[in-house]
């Protein structure tokens, strides 16, 4: 499976944006979906998280109440919904896919996608 994170840029404190993840070579509905963020000088940090099936989410405490992932079945592709940006949300995000639940870490993950970078500043 091969993966593509997009929907990343430039955006104001406050303001929204919505990453994409397409996935090729198999469908997103059979694996668990992870979101993760990796800013300069900082560790990676996995964000939001779904189920097989999207029975379940786990957010970060960070992203809780603003972040929401979610899937399209129908066009194979995971979201990550942001709202209310700050600044230390900027970072490159990732998508992974992976086939343990629960799973928040990046170790747990299979398939990486490349990143989209995501600046938030006035």
């Known amino acids: 499976v091969q993966l593509q994170a997009s929907g990343g840029g430039l955006v104001q404190p406050g303001g929204s944006l919505r990453l994409s993840c397409t996935a090729s070579?198999?469908?997103?509905?059979?694996?668990?979906i992870g979101w993760f963020r990796q800013a300069p000088g900082k560790e990676r940090e996995g964000i939001s998280f779904?189920?097989?099936?999207?029975?379940?989410?786990h957010y970060a405490d960070s992203v809780k109440g603003r972040f929401t992932i979610s899937r399209d079945s129908a066009k194979n592709l995971a979201y990550l919904q942001m709202n209310s940006l700050k600044p230390e949300d900027t970072a490159a995000y990732y998508c992974?896919?992976?086939?343990?639940?629960?799973?928040?870490?990046?170790?747990?993950?299979?398939?990486w996608g490349r990143g989209t970078q995501v600046t938030v500043s006035s």
């Open positions: 779904l189920s097989p099936l999207g029975s379940s989410t």
């Open positions: 070579g198999g469908s997103v509905n059979w694996w668990n």
């Open positions: 992974a896919l992976g086939t343990k639940w629960p799973a928040y870490d990046s170790v747990d993950y299979d398939h």
